[in-house]
């Protein structure tokens, strides 16, 4: 279930906004924008799923003068199949609707984004100008074929060194995603610079310079872990949420589950493990 408030609330803070958008990759997004534009790297925005704004409320932060966000999603509308009505129908009918998204995007920017309120496959027709992007957020449907589409809008429509940031590239109920983000890397020249748990970040230009931002941050003084591997000849970072130790059992707790009878010591520890998935759940801390 998304992260925090109810959906009908209006958002006093960002965290208000119901979402998936968790702190590591907004820290990352972060980052990463604000790079480019210290750079002077210029370029519009593009999110593909935009669920109810919590990541584009973000990426509307970093806009500069004269730069475009655009937002494709298909909010309250219906579906252009079955597999992904179904999808819908499964995860976000009940509650994703443009007014919220809008709404919510209002109460932190002055003026709503360019909205495409249609399947992101009617971005293939060039209405993103080519080149035009340096940033591009892929969060829409989880099918195979959509997903593909989707990278192939973001390789269109990004600048030469521009930055793709892909959703669920790894849970365990979104394989399409997963099979169309490492079949870019493969076949189609996508080149990833970071892994956190719930996105890929790549780009089909110069990793090497995208690294370099990443590392001029102190990723483990804010808590996270940063680890390396090489994927299709390329160094990738992989960062994570620092994991706290594991509580030590006193002797007396460890007496008392010994002393218990044998229902009852199953019991307890069922009791236990099911506490500590609860806490566990969602898998990272808010920001």
């Known amino acids: 279930m998304p992260e925090t408030a109810p959906i009908s609330a209006v958002p006093l803070k960002r965290d208000d906004i119901p979402g998936w958008f ?3 990759d907004r820290a990352a997004f972060g980052h990463l924008l604000s790079a480019q534009s210290a750079a002077g790297v210029t370029g519009d925005i593009l999110e593909l799923g935009s669920y109810l704004g919590r990541s584009a409320v973000l990426l509307g932060d970093h806009l500069r003068p004269g730069e475009r966000l655009t937002v494709c999603d298909l909010f309250d ?3 252009g ?3 992904n009505a179904a ?3 499964m995860s976000y009918r009940k509650t994703l609707t443009r007014s919220a998204f809008e709404a919510n995007y209002l109460a932190f920017h002055r003026e709503l984004p360019e909205i495409v309120q249609a399947p992101t496959s009617v971005l293939a027709d060039g209405r993103i100008p080519a080149g035009s992007c340096r940033f591009v957020h892929v969060d829409a449907s989880h099918l195979y074929e959509h997903v593909a589409g989707d990278v192939s809008v973001a390789r269109a429509a990004l600048t030469e060194n521009g930055l793709v940031a892909l959703d669920d590239y790894r849970s365990e109920h979104t394989p399409g995603v997963s099979a169309a983000v490492w079949e870019a890397v493969f076949t189609g020249g996508l080149r990833p610079v970071l892994l956190t748990p719930m996105k890929f970040y790549g780009t089909w230009g110069d990793v090497a310079a995208a690294r370099r931002v990443l590392l001029e941050r102190d990723w483990q ?4 872990t940063v680890d390396e591997d090489t994927i299709a000849g390329v160094r990738v970072l992989r960062l994570n949420y620092r994991v706290k130790a594991p509580v030590q ?3 007396s707790r460890r007496l008392a589950l010994e002393l218990l009878p044998p229902v009852a010591t199953k019991a307890t520890r069922r009791m236990l493990r099911t506490l500590r998935e609860r806490r ?3 898998p ?3 920001a």
């Open 77 to 79: 509308s219906e579906a």
């Open 284 to 286: 990272v801390p808010s």
């Open 221 to 224: 003084a804010e808590g996270y």
């Open 87 to 89: 999808e819908m129908d």
């Open 249 to 251: 059992r006193s002797a």
């Open 280 to 282: 566990a759940v969602p």
């Open 81 to 83: 199949d079955e597999d």
């Open 22 to 24: 968790f702190s590591l």
